[in-house]
C-alpha cells in the first residue's frame, strides 16, 4: 500500500496532496474522458485557490524595476486600470509605478501589510517548478502523448512570461472543471500537466511503499 509520509511541515504535506491529487484527476480524465466523482469540486476548491495564491504572491512580488515599460503597461492594461495621458517618459513611468503599488495594496495612504507568507510561498514554490520541469527525468514523465520529456517547455524569463504561465494553469483548470474535456494536442493542457507531473514529483520524495 502506497500512502503519503509527513515531511514534518503540515503546508509541505499540503501540497504534496493537493498536487498528487491534482495529477491523478488528470490522468484520469484522460483515461475515461471525464473526471472521477468530486473531481470537479477538488479542482475548483483545493487546486485553483492554490493557483490564486500564486498570482496574489505575483503581485506582490513585483517591483517595478524588474520589469520593462512594456510589461509594465501590459500589467496594467490586464488590470483594467486607466492611466492620465503621461507628459514624457519619467511620467509614464512613474505613472506605472504607481498603479503597480495599487494592485499589490501600496501607494497612497494606505499602510501596507506584511503579504500573507503562504501566498509567497506558492509563487516561489511555481517558480522552482517551472524551472525544473524542462529537466524532469524520461522515466518520471508522465504525459500521455508525445515524448517522454518537457524539455520543449522553457522556464518563463521574464515577469511577463511568469504571469502568463500562471494564467495558463488557472484557465486550462477552469477549463476541466467545467466539463470540457482537453486535446493532448493543446499546448496549452500539455503545460498544465506538466507543471503538476513535476510538481508531483518533487514533493512524492515523501512518498513510501510499506
Partial sequence: MERLGTSGFAEFDRLAVLFRRTRELLDALTATGDLPEGGSEVLATQTLPH???????????????????????????RAGLRLDVPHGRAEHRAALIEAMQRLSGAGGERSLAPPPARRLAALEHARLIFGLMPGLPANEVHYPAGLRSYADIAAPRTPAELAERIEELERSLWTIATGLRPRLSDGGYRRTYGFFDTAANISGRGLRLS
Fill in 51 to 77: 493557483v490564486e495564491d500564486m498570482e496574489a504572491g505575483f503581485r506582490v512580488w513585483l517591483r517595478a524595476g524588474e520589469a520593462e515599460l512594456a510589461d509594465l503597461r501590459e500589467f496594467v492594461a
